[in-house]
């Protein structure tokens, strides 16, 4: 059964930084695409950033340059190391493992930047 668990939200200043993780068990995330995304309040889901199997990193263009991803195989976790928060970023951010269009999610976690 695979699972997927968030960690790593939480309130922050504008300006500041959090790294989201997320543990996948019933899976080696090795040979999924594993990314984020984020939904904020009334708004629709939307993609942050992802990482396929072969190692390329991609990011909406709103966070290119703040926000990186990267994986640790041996943990079998995934990563979002997010800097330069603003305010805008302020929303429940969902980890995803993705195999062949088959897709798993995670629960989320809550970010949120105060201004």
């Known amino acids: 059964q695979v699972q997927l668990v968030e960690s790593g939200g939480g309130l922050v200043q504008s300006g500041g930084s959090l790294r989201l993780s997320c543990a996948a068990s019933?899976?080696?995330?090795?040979?999924?695409?594993m990314g984020w995304y984020r939904q904020a309040p009334g708004e629709l889901r939307e993609l942050v950033s992802f990482?396929?199997?072969?190692?390329?990193?991609n990011y909406v263009d709103s966070v290119k340059g703040r926000f990186t991803i990267s994986i640790d195989n041996a943990k079998n976790e995934v990563y979002l190391q997010m800097n330069s928060l603003k305010p805008e970023d302020t929303a429940v951010y969902y980890c995803?493992?993705?195999?062949?269009?088959?897709?798993?999610w995670g629960k989320g976690t809550l970010v949120t930047v105060s201004s």
């Open positions: 995803y493992a993705e195999l062949r269009t088959r897709y798993y």
């Open positions: 019933g899976m080696i995330i090795s040979s999924y695409s």
């Open positions: 990482i396929t199997a072969d190692g390329t990193a």
